[in-house]
């Protein structure tokens, strides 16, 4: 498939589970990957390279300006542009309130939020150059669960999607589509260590009764960063096998 021919694409988390699951498909429909992550990206990028697409991987803590603007320099470097950001990385430490601390808290809406706000404001404006622009945003179904000790990933992930609707007003003009998806727990390394109870409970809710992989979560992305989206913005998809229905 060639539906992101010499598009250039910018994923977070790209090191491992949804992120790396996502660059291969989007190299294997053509696109030119940069991989950004704080951890290893070397199996991704191998990955990547195998597809037949060129990629870079860049270190990058999403919470960081300075590590932003330098992931593009980076891409422009190597690539000249950039078409596609998908601000898939995450983390989700579970914490009660009374023992959710202040720096937790803190840290949590850094990466989740402030970590897409800061993506955008960096390469929307290079997006902008060409009129032409896809983002995606990882919300989650978590907040429409009755699970305790994420309150502060959920209201990450709420700020997520009010990001989105905001961000796609003021991008439309630029040829730029905003959208969010809202993924259902995932069978990847960082949920393998959440309690068996946890899980099956979320999934237990699902018209779908079985977990998400990867490549579950990635359709619809593929679809987001593609022409046939040019259309749709401001939008949040559940991609979470039938728990919240809208």
Known sequence: MSTHDNRVAIVTGAARGIGQELA???????AKLALLDMGDCSETLAAVTAAGSEAIAVQCDVSSEADWISAREAVLGRFGRADILVNNAGIFPFAN??????????????VNLEGAYLGVRTFAPVMAENGWGRIVNFASNSIATNLAGLSHYMASKMGVIGLTRGLANDLADRGITVNAIA??????????VMPSEITDAVWGQQAIKRFADPADIVGPVLFLTSDDAGFMTGQTISVDGGMMKL
């Open 24 to 30: 291969v498909q989007l190299a294997e429909r053509g």
């Open 97 to 110: 309130i009374d023992d959710l601390t202040p720096e937790v808290f803190r840290r949590v809406l850094n």
């Open 183 to 192: 993924p259902a727990i995932t069978r990847t390394p960082g949920t393998s």
